[in-house]
């Protein structure tokens, strides 16, 4: 996995590596299209991290893994992090390959209660973009259902 970057004209930004699932293929021999946007999801929760409480608590010998982008476990507690649009364009076919797939990204924008997310998954075997992407998250009161807002802190924080 790659350092994180923080270029501040372009947004922190950073690259997970993703195991293709056999799954992901199609009768075509490529990553689904449908299979992308789960693809998505995982490189964000590689990036990112999981929010606190969820899955097994890291062991000794299985220690947690810290996200190269500290975003989810500084969410405090009650807020959610939820997805309300994502963009998919699909450059070129993204053949199955048993190497992982590097997937880049980067906060490309920090709104008052989102950010928006952008995706550059990359073919390991010829290095070109094989699809680009973005995601907004919004920030939500788990009880209220309304937007929470980000504070001067974590703007400055998620612009790099």
């Given at each position: 996995?790659?350092?994180?970057?923080?270029?501040?004209s372009h947004g922190v930004n950073t690259t997970v590596q993703i195991h293709l699932r056999w799954g992901d293929m199609d009768a075509y021999g490529h990553v689904n299209n449908v299979q992308i946007v789960r693809l998505m999801e995982e490189a964000r929760v590689l990036a990112f991290?999981?929010?606190?409480?969820?899955?097994?608590?890291?062991?000794?010998?299985?220690?947690?893994?810290?996200?190269?982008?500290?975003?989810?476990?500084?969410?405090?507690?009650?807020?959610?992090?939820?997805?309300?649009?994502?963009?998919?364009?699909?450059?070129?076919?993204?053949?199955?390959?048993?190497?992982?797939?590097?997937?880049?990204?980067?906060?490309?924008?920090?709104?008052?209660?989102?950010?928006?997310?952008?995706?550059?998954?990359?073919?390991?075997?010829?290095?070109?973009?094989?699809?680009?992407?973005?995601?907004?998250?919004?920030?939500?009161?788990?009880?209220?259902?309304?937007?929470?807002?980000?504070?001067?802190?974590?703007?400055?924080?998620?612009?790099?």
């Amino acid at each position: 996995m790659s350092p994180v970057s923080t270029n501040s004209s372009h947004g922190v930004n950073t690259t997970v590596q993703i195991h293709l699932r056999w799954g992901d293929m199609d009768a075509y021999g490529h990553v689904n299209n449908v299979q992308i946007v789960r693809l998505m999801e995982e490189a964000r929760v590689l990036a990112f991290g999981t929010p606190s409480g969820t899955g097994a608590p890291e062991s000794e010998d299985q220690p947690e893994v810290a996200a190269p982008i500290d975003l989810i476990s500084s969410v405090p507690e009650g807020v959610l992090t939820l997805i309300s649009e994502h963009t998919v364009r699909y450059r070129r076919q993204l053949p199955y390959r048993r190497q992982p797939v590097p997937v880049r990204l980067q906060i490309t924008k920090v709104k008052a209660a989102a950010i928006e997310v952008g995706y550059e998954f990359i073919d390991p075997v010829t290095a070109e973009v094989a699809v680009t992407a973005s995601s907004t998250m919004v920030f939500v009161d788990a009880e209220s259902g309304r937007p929470v807002r980000l504070n001067d802190e974590q703007k400055a924080r998620l612009h790099g």
